[in-house]
Antibody
Framework: EVHLVESGGGLVQPGRSLRLSCAAS????????MHWVRQVPGKGLEWVSH????????DYADSVKGRFTISRDNAKNSLYLQMNSLRADDTALYFC??????????????WGQGTMVTVSS | DIVMTQSPDSLTVSLGERATIHCKSS????????????LAWYQQKPGQPPKLLLY???TRESGVPDRFTGSGSGTDFTLTISSLQAEDVAVYYC?????????FGQGTKLEIK
């Protein structure tokens, strides 16, 4: 069974940094693209970033480009999101998800429970 | 960016009745080379992460009841719940994964009448 567990969220001041992690189990991690998606409580879903299985293709939403960096360690079955220059509008619940199939363009499957990031002074 | 627009924003249906949610994309999500629609539907219950229901517009994810059906192609898609159950109360989202930034619809809140 696919199991994704996000961690690293918390309360942080504007302009500071935070690193999120996503621990994966129950599937062959290095076969799948991975994604970060965020959701302001009570609001809709916003895709944040994507990384291909081999880290050979990486994309970001315009709202985080230049501030966030996605990475993965296939040996550790882990996905990361380095978040720099955080702003109040980055406040959200951050989910990681895997592609439903191998390959790059895929629906998002096996979402974790999320980790909350609150940016406030 | 592709804009995904769902209708209605909210829906109230009686138990056992049909529920229909529409999703329209601002440009086609049908990839001509594989003839697949890069469109997914998710269900999100309160306090839970989204759950994938359907992908490639009409392929049901493993374990999803067959009362959930996806249809449509190109720019117009529909999620149909054939006989509403109490556990189907949730917010439903469509999403394109045809091109970055993989946008989601605004969500449709489904409630029981």
């Amino acid at each position: 069974e696919v199991h994704l567990v996000e961690s690293g969220g918390g309360l942080v001041q504007p302009g500071r940094s935070l690193r999120l992690s996503c621990a994966a189990s129950g599937f062959t991690f290095d076969d799948y693209a991975m994604h970060w998606v965020r959701q302001v409580p009570g609001k809709g879903l916003e895709w944040v970033s994507h990384i291909r299985w081999d880290s050979g293709s990486i994309d970001y939403a315009d709202s985080v480009k230049g501030r966030f960096t996605i990475s993965r360690d296939n040996a550790k079955n882990s996905l990361y999101l380095q978040m720099n220059s955080l702003r109040a509008d980055d406040t959200a619940l951050y989910f990681c998800a895997k592609g439903v199939e191998t390959g790059d363009l895929n629906a998002f499957h096996g979402w974790g429970q999320g980790t909350m990031v609150t940016v406030s002074s | 960016d592709i804009v995904m627009t769902q209708s209605p924003d909210s829906l109230t249906v009686s138990l056992g009745e049909r529920a229909t949610i529409h999703c329209k994309s601002s440009q086609s999500v049908l990839y001509k080379f594989d003839n697949k629609n890069y469109l997914a539907w998710y269900q999100q219950k309160p306090g839970q992460p989204p759950k994938l229901l359907l992908y490639w517009a009409s392929t049901r994810e493993s374990g999803v009841p067959d009362r959930f059906t996806g249809s449509g192609s190109g720019t117009d898609f529909t999620l149909t719940i054939s006989s509403l159950q109490a556990e189907d109360v949730a917010v439903y989202y469509c999403q394109e994964y045809y091109s970055v930034p993989y946008t989601f619809g605004q969500g449709t809140k489904l409630e029981i009448k």
